[in-house]
């Protein structure tokens, strides 16, 4: 079996390096020994385990990619990088034809789906990649587009909250926020309350202590006007493991679409989970 080639990018941010294990761990997929990262990281390299990566600061970047081509051939680019970078990675990666999964919430998710669709590359972009999280998404979208307006009249209130790091809302809430405005509800994504105090989220949220470094807790409530009926959606995630799988999952579907010639694409996880 032809393994595939993986790069995963934003090392050592901690999704990509849970990411980057579970891809090294995987007899499925070899993990290149390469991530791009941010200005700000100053060592040269990461340690994962037994395995070396080298750091790549995006200076060098352009460079070291034209390397890694032309020793490696095909690979696959995931990347966990940072908010603000999520355009102007997508930019690159398009610009350097290599196809990519986008884990990566934040940029401008319109312009980063136009960027593809004009290029010569496939990619995987979602908000979320934990696959019990998008089949969920899948059924609100179902709901959205089958029973428009059912929540007319409803008041909506969305909390989520995430590790100290995570500099921006959730992409999921975001996302669902879309879903609801279909089904009739007036909510703005500026509405959405985030919590990222480790405090608050251990004495108010009862969230494990040592999941505070890495979690992702939703509720979505709704309330009639005349408040005689409350309904309300969760779900809470400890830990990134789930968001690892789902990755992998999604780089397996991009190779297909690969070899299946597809170009100038965007794939969501909705499409990944109906080929499962």
Not at 62 to 73: H, N, P, S, V
Not at 223 to 228: F, I, P, Q, T, V
Request: glycine share 8%; proline share 4%.
């Amino acid at each position: 079996m032809n393994q595939i080639k993986v790069m995963v990018n934003g090392i050592p941010g901690n999704v990509a390096v849970i990411v980057a294990r579970h891809v090294k761990c995987d007899d499925g997929f070899e993990l290149l020994p390469y991530s791009l990262t941010g200005p700000e990281i100053t060592t040269p390299s990461f340690k994962l385990d037994d395995f070396t990566i080298r750091l790549v600061t995006p200076e060098k970047k352009e460079q070291t990619i034209k390397d890694i081509i032309a020793k490696e051939g095909t690979f696959i680019t995931v990347d966990y990088t940072h908010p603000s970078a999520v355009n102007g990675n997508a930019e690159f990666y398009c610009q350097m034809n290599l196809p990519f999964v986008m884990g990566t919430t934040g940029g401008d998710r319109n312009r980063l789906t136009d960027i593809v669709v004009k290029s010569t590359i496939p990619a995987v972009i979602a908000p979320n990649m934990a696959k019990q999280i998008v089949g969920l998404q899948a059924m609100m979208a179902y709901a959205a587009e089958n029973f428009p307006g059912i929540f007319k009249g409803y008041d909506l209130e969305i909390v989520e909250s995430h590790q100290q790091g995570k500099a921006d809302t959730s992409g999921t809430a975001r996302a669902m926020v879309g879903y609801f405005n279909q089904m009739g509800v007036d909510f703005d994504e500026a509405d959405i309350q985030m919590e990222r105090d480790p405090e608050i989220q251990k004495t108010k949220w009862q969230i494990p202590e040592e999941h505070l470094k890495g979690h992702a807790w939703h509720t979505y409530t709704l309330l009639s006007h005349d408040k005689s009926v409350k309904l309300a959606f969760t779900h809470n995630i400890n830990g990134r493991d789930v968001y690892s799988l789902g990755t992998l999952d999604a780089v397996r579907y991009l190779n297909q679409k690969l070899a299946e010639g597809h170009k100038g694409k965007v794939f969501s996880m909705i499409d990944v989970l109906k080929n499962i």
